[in-house]
């Protein structure tokens, strides 16, 4: 899933990143430039105004529908799409449309907070390794390839089959946060790489050399020189990645080893009614067509950055 | 994913025993079976699953490898396909006069595949080896109740000392085709779980190289063992020195290939395509909108089983008991909706309980013994719990209800909860809640750990409604997860047990079975249906109250 | 010059007698976000064979741009808007592709600024040359090593043979040249295009290149166009200089009367701004302002915002290609004034 | 180059030891008692856990276990799981299976994500290149699963083209349809990569040099630009042999093949460790030597890749 493009993408990454070195240092006008550029284009501002929407329902998700998501009248189990309920009713007889507006939420959470933690966590590694050099980068580099030596699948699988607990009553919270936690274990490695390289090649690059020969110090160094032009391809995976990870928990609570009732979650609903769709497809289809949605649409943002921040293809 | 969990979840279900049945042919008399004038021969392609354990009698506790078993082993006795009635199978006869002595006469000529004679030796030394505590055989606690059973378990823990004996006292050969068996206490229904499989004979071979037999198990059974390939199937073919008896007569096809399926629906669409000739399950996905009756049209079969769902109180936990907490348990059996979760959950492939006991079984009390307890009445329910708050109880604002994540458990948790919740007009809710696998929940269970109630279910071992009492309600049993405790439930079981004559004994068993609407520690909720289908090869087609295909009768044409 | 062009009647079947290759009022656009560039604006020069035309000028000014025409390698979206290549009195740009590929590489060849970048890097640089004779000469893949090691002798590329396996980055900048002259001249090409073949390089290692391609047309005769925007680099080699500006030439003349009296303000503009050592000490001059933008370029002589004799006529009317006298031309309203004022 | 190896395959011993440990660790430690509801319905006996136990080193403290499983390993005994089958036979029969639909997965989603990728990369711009972006976005949007149930529903119910599973002969003809569904998001990867790596090679100055030397397009494309453009897909499919091997759960599923991910993911409903480590570890050593076969395999792609 989510795992491989990233993979390359960095690879794509360290190349540009070591084949052009003089390009790191335009950071400034690079920044304002990518940001004018995103601006002016609509397949930024397109999956832009999209995910705002999903995040402003994921906020306020009863601003967008009166219904209980947990109301259920076996009953009406399975009902079509109606004036009453928009996207008809699903197996237990609750508001499909309700559902799928409070699934957005955990959705969108697991997402974004996973991949700021492997971003945080996985930056600081690679940024440590990069700059220091030496045995700590030796450390640290094997110490990272422990983990990304777990395929992302089976890695989630296991973790998740081990951790998977509930006695504990941990509520919708706990559930969440063992899904974003699993899931940024898996995903750092992949920022620490993407980091350390952006790190080396900066460090290497004429004017820092410059910098260091005219006596700046190594914090300035660091924070002037080094840490704005090794953020670029960092931004890029992380921005790209809320897609995939979104997608990865997706397959997950599919897989019924996510996220679980209480919490109500589109990849659950997908699995909960797969079976049934000879029988009537509306309560698969609404949350998938959700999930998908908002995966492109960070996906496309995701591009839209990198190709604003890659100068390569500028 | 799905699939692995349905079918643990159909393995699992009953726990520890399952009971082969495959005896046939009730209807069919005749010496060579096929007197119908069927077609001899052919391979019938049966929809399996791996085997939990290896292939040996006394170490098979669930379905896939009892699937198997039954086809491999005869035990003494066998049960009809169509009843489910004990009928002999090795055994000739089995004569007691006290229900305590019994007197084991086999017939003569039967064989093991290997060429050795089945004689009475073999079911004494293979019971022996299976109830040695030091062997761990999964199935040894079948015989518990032969005399000289404790002497053979390990006196400590970790089994650092030998036990006491290595043979059951109880157990008694007399002649090559006569041996006794002598219980601790009178036990009427003795034979009736003869044929379970845990009771099948084992050749000479095995004592030589128990791990090699259960890689290729040698039984005495109608089909013998060709191949198992891990994950894929298992072949058998046709014994030639299989005597037959007349209600499992000599088979009429050459072979079953028992294929592995990890989804339901994989093996489902496999059974529409003509690659698997019987499936004992159809997928939820084929049963929604009754979608494999168009599918299957005649070969649709759909009859009660030998099980059911039940879900069982923590009546130990302070939170659910003392006064009021029967009224408030009554309350919740009421706030059921149990035809509208059979209908809309299951698709018709569950029906509501209105017992404890299985329909299929003998000594199922016609209508139940349930009564209103569990029929849906929202008032009646609502009174209920304003009874058991002036009695003083007062529910947790949260109840738990469990249930395992890997078995098909989830909707019918959930959708019961629902209609608890909205059925209730109290100030707590029902939270539906997994356990991610059934070993993590049984483990609590067995520990004593729950804080709600939660899911049990229970496959019968053989068609009795003993079966359905004595492991599950009774003091201290094996399987009773609520702790639950009733003297005169007892009582009742300890005389059933003893009774003299089997009539006698189904009344006192149901008399037991009537005391449980007095604490509802464990609420009946769905019987089983078996839901199963073949393909437009197989004629002569008798699905048995177990739910498995009649191996002995069925026919291959085209 | 009559021997020459005898030469070339013999070997080429149905050549008219004239120029080699001829430039004529050649006009290339490419289509923007923000409207259309004028790349090359009625650009004419000719060649003759066995002479040097160098085209000088700064970037942008379209003489790459019209060397790219001319091999047909023009990048998308640009396209010649009007205007005909004549290569041995036939039109290029009406010719067929299929007509046309046979002549790339094979009677027109090109060089390239950047060495490393034009070689392919997963390809050992014999592989690269040998890749002439097979696809133009379907020769064998030993009969093509043969050839490319003779070929890599002949620009003088020390232990040819050991190297043929080697890649492009295993060489340095001026061995990579000649690999890439080498390339180029494999099949003995009749004109040949050198873009800027020396920029990239040390001043020395520059020498030795262009003593290389001076001598290596001189052994076959060929017509060289040597595009620079370096004024120094040609006055050995080159016999012609056209300067483009803005697309256009703004000056055609023999390069020593280039040298002597420059006929257009920014030639001059060019020549002041070459260090000089018989100048030393004096300040160097660089032409004041910047080139124009080619979506909007300046109403009348494109080089008015930044010429000395600008006047008003400048500002209004395009200045046609002057005849200065001689072979030489001058598209500059005041050229009699820059002439003078230069001797 | 040969030094080089040998430094990385020293490096690969202390990941693998870490990985597997981790593995090892949270199979064995993390659940509950593996043997709680093996016996169904009842408590296991006694003797049963003592027999187990002892059987698979369960009393020595979980350093230990590691350091026997390890050894095991090493010499190549993979032990046998909790119903006492040999883990190699299920190995034996898993891994071809898995192995063939990943290559056959990867074949597919070279020929059209790189076929794709060149098409649209020469010619950006166009109908066909809008389709190719839009609709790769989308597959890679799609969850797994929404696709896998589309093409069975469309080659099986509707088209009837295929068997609706995988016969246990894994023949290579059955695995295509699946193979695809395991491809889609690598493919629509794979041709947004070789998309904007012909696009950027397209006007590299080799390739004009190319042009220059009169090569037909047909060569310019296809030998000099294509095989530019074809070391970063190359490297991509590559690594992605062992992502799609360890991926294939969802695939092996709904096809019912009998392949690592299947058996893993059963083992671990019916917490049967023994079966899930190795499995596991065989399936990480893949990707590691994949990953380094990559890295090595870059070196001899690219000749400006130099080994220190």
């Known amino acids: 899933m989510s795992d491989p493009q990233i993979a390359a993408m960095s690879r794509h990454e360290d190349e540009d990143r070591s084949a052009h070195p003089e390009m790191t240092g335009q950071v400034r006008s690079l920044w304002s430039d990518a940001w004018h550029d995103l601006l002016r284009k609509p397949s930024f501002l397109i999956p832009l105004v999209i995910v705002g929407l999903f995040v402003l329902i994921a906020i306020f998700p009863g601003l967008f529908t009166n219904a209980d998501p947990e109301y259920a009248e076996l009953s009406k189990s399975m009902q079509g799409p109606s004036a009453e309920a928009w996207f008809g009713y699903d197996l237990q007889g609750r508001d499909v449309f309700a559902r799928t507006i409070y699934g957005a939420r955990p959705s969108i959470i697991v997402g974004t907070l996973a991949v700021l933690l492997a971003t945080l966590f996985g930056g600081l590694i690679g940024i440590i390794a990069g700059y220091a050099g030496g045995w700590i980068d030796s450390l640290l580099s094997r110490f990272t390839e422990i983990f990304l030596g777990l395929p992302y699948v089976l890695g989630a699988i296991i973790i998740l089959s081990a951790l998977a607990n509930t006695r504990s009553g941990i509520g919708s919270f706990g559930i969440m946060m063992i899904v974003t936690l699993v899931m940024a274990l898996l995903g750092w490695p992949l920022v620490t790489r993407i980091a350390r390289s952006a790190m080396l090649a900066v460090k290497h690059s004429d004017y820092v050399q410059a910098a260091r020969g005219l006596g700046a110090s190594p914090v300035r160094i660091v924070f002037k020189h080094l840490l704005p032009n090794a953020l670029a391809p960092i931004i890029v995976i992380a921005t790209i990645s809320v897609g995939t990870f979104i997608s990865a928990e997706a397959v997950l609570s599919f897989l019924g080893i996510g996220l679980r009732p209480p919490v109500i979650s589109w990849g659950v609903a997908i699995a909960d009614h797969q079976n049934l769709m000879r029988q009537a497809a509306h309560p698969v289809l609404f949350p998938a067509a959700a999930l998908t949605v908002v995966v492109i649409a960070f996906v496309m943002i995701g591009d839209a950055v990198r190709e604003a921040l890659d100068p390569k293809l500028r | ?558 | 010059m009559a021997e020459v062009a005898h030469q070339a009647d013999v070997t080429e079947v149905g050549y008219q007698a004239g120029p080699l290759l001829e430039v004529d009022n050649l006009h290339v656009e490419f289509p923007t976000r923000d409207g259309i560039a004028r790349a090359v604006n009625g650009v004419s020069y000719s060649l003759e064979q066995g002479k040097t035309l160098a085209v000088l000028g700064e970037s942008g000014s379209g003489k790459s741009v019209t060397a790219q025409v001319i091999m047909g390698i023009l990048d998308e979206p640009g396209h010649v808007s009007a205007g005909e290549v004549r290569f041995q009195g036939r039109n290029l740009l009406t010719m067929s592709e299929k007509e046309r590929r046979p002549l790339r590489g094979n009677k027109i060849a090109m060089i390239f600024q950047d060495a490393l970048s034009s070689l392919n890097p997963v390809f050992t640089v014999g592989w690269q040359i040998a890749e002439m004779f097979r696809v133009h000469q379907g020769l064998t893949r030993r009969e093509a090593k043969q050839k490319a090691i003779e070929m890599m002798d002949r620009v003088r590329l020390p232990a040819a043979k050991n190297r043929y396996n080697d890649y492009p980055h295993q060489f340095s900048g001026g061995m990579r040249q000649r690999i890439m002259i080498a390339m180029a001249i494999a099949l003995g090409p009749d004109v040949l295009i050198a873009d800027e073949p020396t920029t990239a390089l040390d001043v020395t290692v520059q020498a030795q290149i262009m003593g290389l391609l001076h001598d290596l047309q001189r052994e076959s005769n060929m017509g060289l166009i040597l595009i620079t925007h370096d004024l120094g680099v040609v006055a050995d080699v080159a016999d012609d200089i056209a300067v483009m500006y803005a697309g256009r030439i703004v000056e055609h003349a023999p390069v020593h009367d280039i040298y002597r009296a420059p006929a257009h303000p920014y030639t001059k503009g060019l020549i002041e701004s070459i260090p000089r050592v018989d100048l030393k000490g004096q300040e160097l001059h660089a032409i004041k302002g910047l080139p124009p933008n080619l979506l909007r370029m300046p109403s009348g002589c494109a080089f008015h915002p930044r010429c000395p004799y600008r006047t008003d006529q400048c500002m209004t009317d395009t200045p046609p290609l002057y005849d200065v006298g001689g072979t030489r031309h001058s598209a500059c309203h005041h050229w009699t004034e820059v002439i003078d004022d230069a001797r | 180059m040969g030094r080089y190896t040998l430094r990385r395959l020293l490096q690969l011993i202390p990941v693998l030891i870490g990985t597997t440990f981790i593995i090892h660790f949270l199979v064995w430690q993390l659940p509950a008692d593996p043997f709680d509801g093996r016996c169904g319905q009842r408590p296991c006996s006694e003797a049963f856990i003592a027999r187990m136990n002892e059987q698979f080193h369960l009393d020595e403290p979980f350093y230990v276990q590691y350091f026997i499983f390890l050894g095991k390993m090493l010499t190549g005994d993979f032990g046998v799981s909790f119903n006492q089958v040999p883990v190699i036979n299920l190995i034996e029969d898993a891994y071809p299976n898995t192995l063939k639909l990943a290559l056959v997965a990867l074949t597919i989603e070279a020929v059209i994500g790189v076929g794709a990728g060149v098409m649209t990369g020469l010619k950006r711009g166009g109908f066909l290149d809008n389709l190719v972006l839009v609709s790769s976005l989308f597959l890679m949007a799609l969850p797994i699963v929404v696709v896998a149930f589309f093409m069975k529903y469309l080659f099986w119910a509707q088209l009837g083209w295929i068997e609706p599973n995988v016969s246990t002969e894994v023949r290579w003809s059955e695995l295509i349809v699946p193979g695809f569904v395991l491809a889609t998001t690598s493919m629509a990867f794979i041709a947004r990569l070789m998309r904007a790596n012909i696009a950027e090679n397209s006007s590299a100055d080799f390739v004009k040099t190319a042009k220059a030397k009169g090569l037909g397009s047909g060569r310019v494309v296809g030998v000099h630009l294509l095989r530019n453009s074809l070391i970063p897909v190359v490297t991509f499919i590559g690594l992605d042999l062992g992502n799609l091997m360890a991926g294939a759960i969802v695939t092996e599923g709904i096809f019912n093949i009998n392949g690592v991910g299947l058996t893993i993911f059963r083992a671990l409903s019916l917490q049967d460790a023994t079966i899930v480590v190795p499995l596991a570890t065989m399936l990480v050593l893949v990707y590691l030597f994949m990953n380094l076969l990559v890295d090595l395999l870059y070196g001899l792609l690219d000749p400006r890749i130099r080994y220190e």
């Open chain 2, 1 to 558: 994913m799905r699939r692995s969990r349905k079918i643990s979840a159909v393995a699992l279900l009953a726990g520890s025993a399952l009971v082969l049945s495959a005896c046939g042919g009730g209807g069919e008399a005749g010496d060579d079976g096929d007197s119908q004038g069927g077609v001899q021969g052919g391979t019938v392609v049966y929809g399996a699953c791996q085997p939990q354990n290896p292939l040996v009698p006394g170490d098979t506790n669930e379905t896939c490898g009892g699937r198997v078993i039954d086809a491999l082993f005869v035990a003494p006795m066998m049960y009809d396909p169509e009843t489910a009635e004990p009928v002999p199978g090795v055994a000739e006869s089995i004569e007691t006069e006290d229900n305590q002595t019994f007197t084991v006469n086999l017939k003569e000529g039967w064989k093991f595949h290997d060429g050795e004679e089945v004689t009475a030796d073999n079911f004494v030394k293979a019971w022996n080896y299976t109830a040695y505590g030091p062997n761990g055989l999964q199935q040894a606690y079948w015989f518990e109740q032969f005399e000289g059973f404790e002497d053979l378990q390990c006196p400590d823990e970790k089994c650092k000392q030998e036990p006491k004996a290595k043979e059951m006292s109880g157990l008694e050969v007399v002649d090559d085709h006569t041996f006794t068996i002598t219980t601790t206490q009178p036990f009427s229904v003795l034979p009736n779980k003869l044929g379970y499989s845990a009771f099948a004979p084992l050749p000479d071979s095995f004592f030589e190289d128990p791990k090699a037999f259960g890689r290729k198990p040698v039984g005495n059974g109608a089909f013998k063992f060709v191949e198992w390939n891990d994950n894929q199937n298992i072949k058998v073919e046709k014994f030639a020195d299989y005597p037959g008896t007349d209600s499992h007569p000599k088979p009429s096809i050459d072979a079953i290939d028992f294929k592995m399926y990890g989804d339901l629906d994989a093996e489902y669409q496999d059974l529409l395509a003509g690659n698997v000739d019987y499936s004992y399950q159809i997928p939820t996905s084929a049963l929604a909108g009754e979608q494999w009756k168009a599918d299957l049209g005649e070969r649709a079969v759909s009859q009660p089983q030998g099980a059911n769902q039940t879900v069982t109180w923590a009546a130990y936990h302070e939170d659910y008991s003392g006064p009021g907490a029967v009224e408030f348990r009554k309350a919740v059996s009421r706030a059921i909706d149990r035809q509208a979760i059979a209908d809309t959950i299951f698709h018709g492939a569950r029906a509501p309980s209105d017992g404890w006991v299985s329909p299929v079984v003998e000594g199922y009390k016609e209508g139940g013994q349930c009564g209103d307890l569990c029929q849906f009445d929202k008032d009646a329910a609502n009174d209920l719990l304003a009874e058991s708050e002036e009695k003083g109880y007062t529910p947790p604002k949260e109840i738990p209800f469990y249930y395992n994540a890997d078995g098909d458990h989830k909707a019918w948790s959930e959708a019961m909860a629902n209609s608890i919740n909205q059925t209730l007009e109290g100030d707590f809710e029902v939270v539906a809640k997994p356990y991610p696998t059934f070993a993590e929940m049984r483990s609590d269970i067995t520990e004593k750990k729950m804080d709600g109630f939660f899911r049990t279910g229970w496959l019968m071992d053989y068609p009795h409604i003993e079966n359905f009492m004595n492991p599950l309600y009774k003091t201290n049993a094996s399987a009773n997860d609520a702790f639950y405790s009733n003297k005169e439930l007892d009582e009742k079981l300890e005389a059933a047990d003893a009774a003299s004559s089997s009539e006698e004994a189904i009344q006192l068993y149901q008399e037991a079975e009537a005391t449980l609407a007095e604490d509802m520690t464990s609420i009946p909720v769905v019987d089983y249906t078996t839901n199963a289908g073949y393909s437009e090869k197989l004629t002569n087609v008798t699905v048995t109250p177990f739910g498995w295909l009649d191996i002995y009768n069925v026919q291959v044409t085209g």
